[in-house]
């Protein structure tokens, strides 16, 4: 969220959106950053400008709780890039916590609840029992509420932690996929709860689908893949026969969730604008949750490689707008990633910018000889003066890594 600010009641630790000038006539050669100095707040008042935006959040330190003061951390002197081998300083400062961080207990109370539900639907959908639509209601709203607070926390647990199996945890990731990119589309709370809810529900007719067709680890054959493709519209009929008291577009989203631009999904071949925004948000939510998921017979992708994939069906299976959004909201480096930056350096990824994804703010954990640092210092990639000239070379996956990105989230006590 935007909040105005009188510049002189500044301080370290704000993330500054805006100062309402245009490029030409401010002091930074960037219009935001995350002030680590107060000297860079004295540039804005040389500069005569009296008011900013700042990002809530985005800041390490609000208004509201600006009482208490804010140690600024030191930041490395500049160093050519291919000598910071040499073991970063520790930390003199209290340890800066990413938002992500910040969030994330509270992103898995919801979670694990959810997943509770979520595992209840499933065993209501075969018994043919009731299904408890306030339960997912509540549930759907402490989601939206953890992905208004920060859009990435979620995400960036479903990345670190796996929960369940799959056929647990598909829908309900699904949903927190979707829920995090809607919030990044600018969705209202209303139709984030409608996304978040239609999601939950959007494969609950593959509780219909026999079990040597829904569990086969190979192809299926072409008869079978006919059989596999009701479950769409078989999840419409669960909602539809049980008189659940939602939104006729919670019905949509699991209905239209296959359907593709160019005609080529089902049940319906709709095109184009014919398909609900919402259950495109789900479309391509449940590809990716699909891609990066391991199953029984296949590893699941990396991220980026995920990314690649949906990049390449835009313009045929998904309108290139939504494709183009949904890269930016899941970000290219989430939260999670382990990369080795140009320096040799191996850096866990711990929050994105999502207006600028090649840039996210990661923790350097190892320097280039492979020697883990005690006490892995923060780093925003987008911060000229904080980087110093590093930047991602490439992504490292966790099993060549050697050792567990979630270690540095302290997700210790979070129950897998
Ligand atoms: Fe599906
Ligand atoms: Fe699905």
């Not at 600024?72 to 930390?91: C, E, H, L, M």
């Not at 990824?349 to 020697?371: C, F, Q, Y």
Request: charged share 25%; proline share 6%; net charge neutral.
């Amino acid at each position: 969220m935007l909040k105005k600010i009188v510049t002189k009641d500044l301080l370290v630790g704000m993330f500054v959106a805006d100062v309402g000038r245009t490029w030409l006539n401010h002091p930074w050669k960037k219009k935001s950053r995350l002030l680590t100095d107060q000297a860079e707040i004295q540039e804005l008042l040389d500069f005569g400008i009296e008011e900013v935006y700042i990002d809530t959040e985005k800041s390490k330190v609000l208004p509201t709780v600006a009482k208490k003061p804010f140690v600024p951390i030191p930041t490395r002197a500049p160093v050519k890039s291919r000598q910071i081998s040499q073991a970063p300083p520790a930390a003199a400062a209290p340890e800066r916590v990413s938002a992500v961080e910040a969030e994330l207990p509270k992103a898995a109370k919801a979670y694990t609840k959810a997943l509770d539900t979520s595992k209840a639907l499933i065993a209501a959908c075969y018994m043919n029992k009731r299904i408890e639509v306030s339960e997912v209601r509540e549930n759907v709203d402490e989601l939206v509420e953890s992905v208004s607070r920060n859009q990435d926390a979620l995400t960036a647990l479903i990345k670190l932690k796996r929960f369940d199996d799959y056929t647990y945890t598909h829908c309900l990731n699904v949903s927190v996929l979707s829920i995090s990119t809607g919030k990044a589309l600018g969705l209202s709370q209303d139709d984030l709860r409608i996304l978040g809810m239609g999601t939950m529900f959007h494969d609950l007719g593959k509780t219909r689908i026999p079990s040597f067709i829904l569990n086969k680890p190979g192809k299926l054959t072409d008869e079978e893949f006919v059989v596999m493709k009701n479950h769409a519209a078989l999840s419409a009929v669960i909602i539809e026969e049980q008189k659940l008291d939602v939104d006729d577009r919670v019905i949509e989203v699991a209905k239209f969730h296959h359907e593709r631009l160019d005609g080529s999904g089902y049940p319906d071949h709709l095109e184009g604008d014919a398909i609900p925004k919402l259950a495109t948000i789900c479309g391509l939510s449940d590809v990716y949750d699909a891609l990066t998921s391991d199953r029984v017979y296949h590893k699941g992708r990396l991220p980026h490689d995920a990314l690649k994939f949906i990049y390449s069906l835009r313009g045929t299976h998904f309108e290139p707008y939504w494709v183009d959004r949904f890269v930016q909201s899941v970000g290219i480096y989430p939260p999670g990633s382990i990369v080795e930056l140009n320096s040799g350096d191996i850096a866990v990824v711990m929050e994105v910018d999502h207006s600028s994804l090649l840039t996210p703010i990661v923790k350097l954990v190892a320097d280039n000889k492979g020697r883990l640092n005690p006490k892995p210092k923060l780093v925003n990639l987008n911060d000229e003066k904080e980087s110093a000239g590093l930047s991602i070379q490439r992504v490292i996956p966790p099993s060549e890594a050697g050792f567990d990105p979630s270690y540095y989230f302290n997700l210790k006590d979070i129950a897998k």
